[in-house]
């Protein structure tokens, strides 16, 4: 039976007291929040109770989490890139073990799922998410209200009590900006994040991937600086031209100005997510200090600072010298990723 009109306000009366008054020492509550929510949209309609099992659950933490994977990196001075903190305490351990992931050389939740340490993973978060999240999740004011679903819960499922994936559904887009806002909140607020995010320009986008800047300005220009050639192969570019994130974008997921380069679309389809090759490391980094002060002067709507792109790329590299990732060469031609990078990066630190 759907859920009268009042029983559905007093759902969002809920919501609401679990913001004001749970407690939030980690920012798991809130990836729980949108995981459900998630999770009633895909199940499609219904008014009845709705089993949802905890491996369902992590898969959608680790997707929710992904993201944050990565060490941020604020325009603001004085702030030093790290992952950032999800936690008042010790790092989150869901973090951890995705962290895992990308050191085995995953850069995409896509191929972090083709790992044969995955499943692993997956339920290592599911007995966190059962312990920690599920647990607290409806302590409102000190008490426990079990407006979502009973707890304990059985084995291996926490399930929706009747009405409420109706209602998840139903105020799904409520629940993502409330989850989001008060996520974001808690990180900016999170002492142990102070010296990474300075004043929190792009937390935001950054923590959830906002759609990214246009980048019309970024081939003009370019188109210009290299007089339109390809960046990779050299060649003039007679078509349309591609703005590439030479770091790729599925590894830092973050528009710097630095970090752009002109190229066939055929050259940029064909680097794909890989890391560039060393030849062309040493031309990114040359081209980046003959024209740093251009692109930090003409690109201002973009994160320019040249110095910060460049510890991007050392952190890149290094995780490739790790992983033994493979760097693009040309067309199908790749090469592994040495040591021989890294020190070329460190000499423009210096
Ligand atoms: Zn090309």
Redesign the pocket.
Known sequence: MKPTAEAQLQFLQHIQRLFEEGGFVATYKYALLMSLAELAVEAGETYEELPLPLIAIAEKFAEVYWPQTVPYISGAADTLPAVLSQNLGKQASVINGLAELRAQGASTIGQAKQLASWPQVVRKIAATVSDMPVQHLQHLGGALVPFLYDYPHPRGAVVLKPGVAFMLRTFHPLIQQLSRAGWVRHVRENQRNADVIGHADELESFMFGAPRNTLDDVARLLSRLQSRK?F??G?TITGPADVDHFIPWSKYPRDLAHNFVL??P??NQQKSDMLAAERHLDHWLERNGREGDTLTGELPAFLADVSCSIRVAHWAYQQGVVTGAAGWVMKAQTEHITDRCVQAINACLR
Request: proline share 0%; hydrophobic share 25%.
């Open positions: 390809c990779y192969c060649h190229a066939h055929a050259c």
